[in-house]
Structures are given as C-alpha cells and as structure tokens.
C-alpha cells in the first residue's frame, strides 16, 4: 500500500516547509510541495498533517532490549522491553547492548531479542560485549561478529572508570578499539565502541590517550553517560572540543543518580554554550538498563530503571525549559546518531531514506502518530501495532 502525509511542515531535520511525502516499499518515495493525484487503481491510504510537524523517527542507541540490572541480587534484574515501550516514544530504530551481567544475560539472546522486535516492525542493531573484558561474543571474536553478523554494528557498552568494570588498560582498550575499527572497515559498519563512563576518576583519559597517540580517530568512540555528574559533563566538553561524540543518558537525572546527575536537556545547553559543535551530540536512553545508586562505600542501596520514552521528555524539555532550537533538539535523535553509526538509510527525510516518520504537534510537541518502515505503529494517539505478548 502508498501511503501520502499531506500538508505537514517537514524537519528533515532541517526545516523543508510544508510539503507532501509519498512511501512507498517502507521507503519514502517522494517529498514534493503538492503531490498529484495517482490513479485510482492504486492501493493508497493518505493522511492530512496539516497543521503538524513532520520529523524523521528518533533513534536510541542505548538500551536494554533484552532487560539489564542485577546489581541488587536476582531479583533485580529488569525486564526485556515491550514493542509500545519504544513506539510511544517516537523511537523506530534501537541499537540493543548488554550491561553489568554478561552471564545471565548473553548475546545470543540479545541478537535474538533484535530480531524479535525487527520482525514486529521497527530497525533494531546491536553492540557485542558487555562491561566486562575480555569481550563476550557470539564468535568469540568481537572483529568476527561485526563482520559476519549483520546486526552487530559495534563494541559495547565496555565501561571503564567505574567499580563495576574489569578496569581493561590502556593497551587492551587499544585492542578492542582496533579490532572494532577493522571490523567495521571491512564491513562497512560504523565498528564503534559504546564506553560506559562511571563516576570514577579516570572519566575520558584513556580514550584521549588512544586519540592522541595512535592512529585510531576520536570518533571511533561513542561515550555515553557523560552527564552523570557535573565534572564528567565537563571532560565531555574537552573531549569534543578534540572532535570527539558525547552521548547524555536522559533516565539520568538528579533523582536517579545520587543528585549529581544532569537533565539531558539541560547538559545540551551546556554543551552548546561551551561552544560544542550540535554535530558532535546524541541522545540516548539507557531504556530498560538499571539505575543502580550505591552509598559511599560502593554498597547497594536501591534500584531505578531506564525509560526509552525519555528520549521524547528530554528533546521537549530543551526546547520549551532550556532554550534549544528544535532543528537542534532533532539532531541529537534522528541526524547525528545515524552518522555516528553509519545508519546511512536514517535519521534524514530524504528520498531513498526508510519512511520512519514522526508527527508532533506543534504548540506541545505531543506525538501524534509514529510511522517505522512505512507502517504505522500508532494514528492519531491510537496505538495500531503492539508488540507478540502485550
């Protein structure tokens, strides 16, 4: 079936005006001031947006597709993500990861768990590995995966200046870092390495270190949670002042990270004081992962979970709360994140582009319907596609 949204005012994310957009085969066909009427013959099933945006679909590339924690014992591990956990929130492409337990937690389950939530209708890719090292993988070669398995775009998340990481040095980051940048290369995948920064105190040196002193680009790199806390926000701004991504987790928050962390929306407008280049920043939730807060001494003490509908929160918040201009909050979710991962067919309303589309409101920025691969997963508010077991 075609499908015509009519008379929206595109984002691409770059203002295009009002314009008519044709998809056809998932993919968008045409964007044209007016198009004209096509034969009757034809299946087609058309939608007036007059009055709404039109903006590319969001891409998260962080979350727990598979459910993450643990860090509390058993029973707090969290649960696998639900179709309409993702949809609701604008997102039509999840980049899945492992967490803390690469044990209960494994990376066949992980592709699996891709696999599922792409055969109910949305772009779903995955990092290899987890925290620790050495890597957990499906081949027992993270290089091997990246190449072999279609999925696998990257390493990730592998923390590192935090309590819970195997703490790799220097030259075994190195190693990683390689073998992902040679598996991507010979792929044609973006073969970058997701860091989980903690709150400890090496923050962004070793990855400046490899930068710096060997041949390996900063932009092999995509560290995330650098809004943890105030300092780490602030290493972030040297490390793109070198050319380097920074990724703001938006389930982190003062409420969520010990009071130390920071909005999202509001990191952005620092960042963009700082004088950081827009290019140079992501979002992305952490949506299902845990949100463990440990007293001084490292012990436990209770347990909060990531949300992908952030993503949605935050992008509103730095528009109406903190000043950013909304071409500007889009490309943290849409543009950037697909040129940082080499998701060339995403992130841009563009002829040839997969038709992941979403229509906002204008005054609220509320979502009004969520279009993945040509298909709409939710009209009007009304969800159309819910996930096997909702």
Same mark, same amino acid.
């Given at each position: 079936?075609?499908?015509?949204?009519?008379?929206?005012?595109?984002?691409?994310?770059?203002?295009?005006?009002?314009?008519?957009?044709?998809?056809?085969?998932?993919?968008?066909?045409?964007? !044209?001031?007016?198009?004209?009427?096509?034969?009757?013959?034809?299946?087609?099933?058309?939608?007036?947006?007059?009055?709404?945006?039109?903006?590319?679909?969001?891409?998260?590339?962080?979350?727990?597709?598979?459910?993450?924690?643990?860090?509390?014992?058993?029973?707090?591990?969290?649960?696998? /993500?639900?179709?309409?956990? /993702?949809?609701?929130?604008?997102?039509?492409?999840?980049?899945?990861?492992?967490?803390?337990?690469?044990?209960?937690?494994?990376?066949?389950?992980?592709?699996?768990?891709?696999?599922?939530?792409?055969?109910?209708?949305?772009?779903?890719?995955?990092?290899?590995?987890?925290?620790?090292?050495?890597?957990?993988?499906?081949?027992?070669?993270?290089?091997?995966?990246?190449?072999?398995?279609?999925?696998?775009?990257?390493?990730?998340?592998?923390?590192?200046?935090?309590?819970?990481?195997? %703490?790799?040095?220097?030259?075994?980051?190195? %190693?990683?870092?390689?073998?992902?940048?040679?598996?991507?290369?010979?792929?044609?995948?973006?073969?970058?390495?997701?860091?989980?920064?903690?709150?400890?105190?090496?923050?962004? %040196?070793?990855?400046?270190?490899?930068?710096?002193?060997?041949?390996?680009?900063?932009?092999?790199?995509?560290?995330? %949670?650098?809004?943890?806390?105030?300092?780490?926000?602030?290493?972030?701004?040297?490390?793109?002042?070198?050319?380097?991504?920074?990724?703001?987790?938006?389930?982190?928050?003062?409420?969520?990270?010990?009071?130390?962390?920071?909005?999202?929306?509001?990191?952005?407008? !620092?960042?963009?004081?700082?004088?950081?280049?827009?290019?140079?920043?992501?979002?992305?939730?952490?949506?299902?992962?845990?949100?463990?807060?440990?007293?001084?001494?490292?012990?436990?003490?209770?347990?909060? /979970?990531?949300?992908?509908?952030?993503?949605?929160?935050?992008?509103?918040?730095?528009?109406?709360?903190?000043?950013?201009?909304?071409?500007?909050?889009?490309?943290?979710?849409?543009?950037?994140?697909?040129?940082?991962?080499?998701?060339?067919?995403?992130?841009?309303?563009?002829?040839?582009?997969?038709?992941?589309?979403?229509?906002?409101?204008?005054?609220?920025?509320?979502?009004?319907?969520?279009?993945?691969?040509?298909?709409? !997963? /939710?009209?009007?508010?009304?969800?159309?596609?819910?996930?096997?077991?909702?």
């Amino acid at each position: 079936m075609l499908k015509i949204i009519r008379n929206g005012e595109v984002y691409a994310p770059d203002y295009l005006g009002k314009k008519d957009i044709l998809v056809a085969g998932g993919l968008i066909s045409q964007i !044209m001031d007016q198009i004209p009427p096509l034969p009757k013959s034809l299946e087609i099933e058309e939608t007036d947006a007059a009055g709404q945006y039109v903006v590319p679909g969001f891409i998260d590339n962080h979350v727990h597709i598979l459910g993450g924690g643990g860090e509390g014992g058993y029973h707090t591990r969290t649960p696998e /993500i639900q179709l309409t956990d /993702i949809t609701s929130a604008g997102v039509t492409t999840v980049i899945g990861c492992l967490g803390t337990d690469g044990t209960t937690r494994h990376m066949a389950g992980l592709l699996a768990k891709a696999r599922g939530l792409e055969e109910e209708g949305i772009s779903t890719y995955v990092y290899t590995g987890s925290y620790e090292y050495p890597l957990r993988t499906i081949t027992d070669n993270a290089r091997d995966d990246i190449i072999l398995i279609d999925k696998i775009i990257g390493i990730g998340e592998l923390a590192i200046s935090d309590h819970r990481s195997s %703490h790799p040095s220097l030259k075994e980051l190195l %190693h990683i870092t390689s073998e992902a940048r040679v598996g991507g290369l010979l792929s044609g995948k973006a073969g970058i390495v997701n860091v989980h920064l903690g709150d400890g105190k090496g923050m962004f %040196h070793d990855l400046i270190e490899i930068a710096e002193t060997t041949e390996i680009p900063i932009t092999q790199f995509l560290p995330t %949670h650098v809004n943890r806390n105030r300092r780490l926000l602030q290493e972030g701004i040297k490390f793109a002042t070198l050319g380097g991504w920074v990724d703001l987790t938006t389930s982190s928050d003062p409420q969520s990270m010990n009071g130390e962390g920071i909005k999202a929306s509001t990191g952005l407008r !620092m960042l963009l004081d700082a004088g950081v280049s827009i290019d140079q920043v992501t979002f992305s939730s952490d949506g299902q992962g845990s949100l463990p807060i440990f007293d001084q001494d490292g012990q436990f003490l209770k347990l909060g /979970i990531g949300q992908v509908n952030t993503v949605y929160r935050e992008l509103r918040d730095a528009v109406f709360n903190d000043g950013v201009q909304l071409i500007d909050a889009l490309k943290v979710l849409t543009v950037n994140p697909a040129r940082a991962l080499k998701l060339n067919h995403k992130g841009m309303i563009k002829v040839g582009n997969d038709a992941d589309l979403v229509l906002l409101n204008p005054d609220s920025l509320d979502i009004q319907s969520v279009i993945a691969k040509g298909q709409y !997963m /939710i009209l009007d508010k009304e969800i159309q596609l819910r996930g096997t077991f909702e």
